[in-house]
């Protein structure tokens, strides 16, 4: 997606900062740092803004937890905290509220995901909604843990938003214990299943994921049952790690065993599956096959890699391979060429 921006926190507050000696406003600044992503990738899609607050989960397939505690990024984390305590982080300054209006005013208007170490909880959340709010116009998208839903006030005041096009959060597993130990937050199942019913209750429109871990898959069977009894569509997300993970050879799910956990999977339970992203069409039932959507493969993610015999499969060009690590992890297991895509 040749339009499509990824600006962590503190990257997009230090390239309107050095942006801003040139511009001598915020908003020029960040019109600037815009301008700049238009020329490089030739358009303007879609800007998704990743918060860096602290976050209360540990999820498996995050490289942050694997990073916390850790010289820089815990000395980073510790300034960007004070910062955002004391107003001098994007929010405080403005930078947020003038990013809103650059989006808005471009046309067509280009759509804003909110994403991140849980927005919910960030120190200057109010500031943050009251910067959504002041653009009616808005396309927005909200992305995260979202644990914060769980409080009726705040789903009542987000599912206000005029431009709000959709809320999207995780469910590793229908069990509590599962779900919790993945996410490496204990409560955290219940505090999710709260602000889904809060979410639902709104009628805010709602894409829910799972992150396809080997560990989800053990009870993957089941968590598509308990989605599909409760009305609600699930995308399936390929797990593709992050560079600065480090090796992630026990969260890599091999692909026989995905296939293996769709098939036993009751049908009606597949058809909650309204996506299926980043998969080899080889892992999933031929009733998924063209529900299969590429991976974004964004800055600083591994690498795709195709085994030996992907050149002779059905579904040459539309695959988005498997990580690079999963070869020095599995080789190329389950990776089965396909005589067709139906």
């Known amino acids: 997606m040749s339009g499509f921006v990824f600006f962590r926190e503190k ?50 397939f995050c490289e942050e937890p694997r990073r916390r505690g850790q010289f820089p990024s815990r000395h980073l984390a510790s300034l960007l905290l004070r910062a955002q305590e004391l107003g001098l982080d994007l929010v405080g300054s403005g930078a947020l509220a003038a990013l809103v209006d650059t989006l808005m005013d471009l046309e067509p208007k280009v759509p804003l995901t909110i994403t991140g170490h849980d927005w919910t909880r960030h120190p200057r959340r109010p500031e943050i909604l009251a910067a959504l709010e002041r653009r009616p116009d808005a396309r927005l998208r909200l992305q995260g843990p979202s644990l914060g839903f769980s409080s009726p006030e705040l789903t009542r ?104 956990a769709l098939e036993r999977a009751p049908r009606e339970a597949l058809l909650a599956i309204h996506s299926v992203v980043g998969v080899p069409p080889c892992a999933a039932p031929a009733l998924l096959r063209r529900k299969i959507a590429p991976a974004h493969r964004m800055k600083g993610r591994e690498g795709a ?38």
């Not at 019109?31 to 700049?36: G, P, Q, S, Y």
């Not at 990738?41 to 209360?56: I, K, Q, R, T």
């Not at 590793?172 to 505090?191: F, I, K, L, N, T």
């Not at 069977?221 to 050879?249: H, K, N």
């Open 11 to 60: 990257q997009l507050a230090l390239r309107i900062a050095a942006a801003w000696p040139f511009h001598k406003t915020v908003a020029g600044a960040v019109r600037a740092v815009l301008a700049e992503e238009i020329q490089r990738a030739g358009s303007l899609d879609e800007v998704h803004l990743y918060f860096e607050n602290p976050c209360a989960q540990a999820c498996e």
């Open 157 to 260: 005041r987000v599912a206000a938003l005029p431009g709000l096009e959709w809320i999207a959060t995780t469910l590793q597993s229908s069990d509590a214990a599962e779900h919790d130990a993945m996410v490496g937050a204990p409560g955290a199942h219940a505090e999710l299943l709260a602000a889904l019913d809060n979410l639902k209750a709104a009628r805010v429109p709602l894409v829910l994921t799972v992150v396809l871990s080997r560990r989800a898959l053990r009870t993957l069977p089941e968590t598509l049952s308990f989605l599909a009894a409760r009305r609600l569509s699930v995308s399936l997300q390929a797990f593709i790690p992050d560079e600065a993970m480090g090796p992630a050879f026990d969260v890599l799910a091999p692909l026989d065993e995905l296939r293996r």
């Open 305 to 342: 890699r195709f085994g030996a015999g992907c050149g002779t499969c059905a579904a040459r060009g539309r695959c988005s391979g498997v990580p690079s690590s999963y070869f020095v992890a599995l080789g190329a297991r389950g990776m089965e060429p396909l005589a067709s895509t139906d």
